[in-house]
């Protein structure tokens, strides 16, 4: 939702992440590809909780976001899921691991899912760990945003 994306892009921009790349029917703020009555809608929706961190962080709307996947990792990007439960042979760790940031590096793509159904299977393949946030109530995971925001604070901070 425009509300997430928002969200997202304050928190990006509050703990300095590098870019934020969007891709497949995210909402983008100044979507060239809209109407102008829509474009507005869309960039007040963005704007309520991103409060001009649209405008501040630098965002990129990937087109082909398989190539740019594989773009990072050229350039020595480690490419990382956010996901909970997942039954997978590639490595995962635990949010608040110790270890995390000697594990992954310094440069590192965090890739979010839809809220619901998270990362599309089509992406997994270019994903090399997957970070879980270990959750202590009864409920499986966080509103997107939520999650992110917890993710970008432990591999930023």
Not at 4 to 25: D, Q
Not at 115 to 143: A, H
């Amino acid at each position: 939702s425009c509300y997430n994306v928002g969200a997202v892009l304050r928190t990006a921009e509050g703990l300095g992440v590098h870019k934020v790349t969007l891709s497949g029917y995210t909402p983008r703020y100044n979507d060239t590809r809209l109407l102008p009555h829509l474009r507005e809608k869309l960039n007040h929706e963005l704007h309520k909780t991103a409060l001009g961190a649209e405008t501040l962080v630098p965002i990129y709307a990937s087109d082909d976001i398989f190539s740019d996947l594989q773009s990072y990792r050229l350039d020595g990007w480690r490419i990382v899921g956010l996901e909970n439960h997942l039954n997978t042979d590639k490595p995962v760790y635990e949010i608040n691991d110790q270890n995390l940031r000697t594990r992954l590096g310094e440069k590192v793509v965090l890739i979010l899912g839809e809220e619901v159904s998270g990362i599309d299977e089509s992406l997994r393949d270019y994903i090399e760990t997957f970070l879980e946030i270990p959750m202590k109530g009864q409920k499986e995971s966080f509103n997107v945003s939520v999650a992110a925001a917890i993710a970008m604070a432990y591999l930023c901070l």
